[in-house]
């Protein structure tokens, strides 16, 4: 799945389960952390744009050096060092780091029916997938839009009531605009409903 439907589930089971900002976000940062493995792909557009297409750093390394379970308690181990409550950060980083790998396992398929991309649970240290899901949908189908949009309304509904959103996991102020500018839509909305009746 993308990196920002990870981020919404992550963000939405983040803010449902913590009772502070700071763990909030570094819940929902280790349901997108194991995405880090793809930044390889920026080597190669570099690469392309060079003439220098012996690199594939992308399709080498993305699902094989964060998508395991060795990373998701490397990143565990990090977060809860920055934690106000470890215990539950602990806790929660390990179910949303799982759910990443869940959602990527069956929702990451290229767009060649036979282009599955493969769990390493041991990666690196060992290259041998162990899971592959033999009816992985495409990372580009229905079914990522379908929970993607789900997950938006969803993050947006909760943003308006909590007064803080998934944008706070990047930038603390964009999201105090970005939710005042929800409830200002929302107020709005409620004014037009109001005239009409």
């Known amino acids: ?54 690199h594939e750093y992308y399709a080498r390394f993305h ?47 290229g767009p060649d029916p036979v282009d599955k991309w493969p769990i390493f649970y041991l990666g690196p240290l060992y290259d041998h997938p162990m899971w592959i899901c033999k009816w992985q949908w495409p990372l580009f189908g229905w079914q990522n839009g379908v929970i993607s949009i789900a997950l938006f309304v969803w993050a947006m509904a909760m943003a308006v009531q909590r007064g803080d959103s998934f944008v706070g996991v990047i930038s603390r102020r964009a999201d105090a605009v970005f939710v005042r500018i929800l409830r200002k839509w929302r107020d709005s909305w409620r004014v037009r409903f109001e005239e009409r009746k």
């Open 63 to 109: 699902h094989w050096w964060m998508h395991g379970g060795l990373a998701a308690v490397a990143v565990t181990m990090v977060l809860v060092c920055f934690a106000r409550r470890p215990g539950r950060v602990a806790v929660l980083a390990l179910l949303v780091y799982h759910l990443h790998l869940l959602c990527d396992f069956v929702g990451s398929r």
């Open 1 to 54: 799945m993308a990196p920002t439907t990870h981020l919404l589930a992550s963000w939405i089971i983040a803010a449902k389960t913590t009772d502070n900002p700071r763990d909030c976000r570094l819940v929902a940062l280790a349901g997108v952390l194991p995405d880090v493995d793809g930044l390889g792909i920026f080597a190669d557009m570099f690469n392309r744009a060079v003439g220098n297409v012996d």
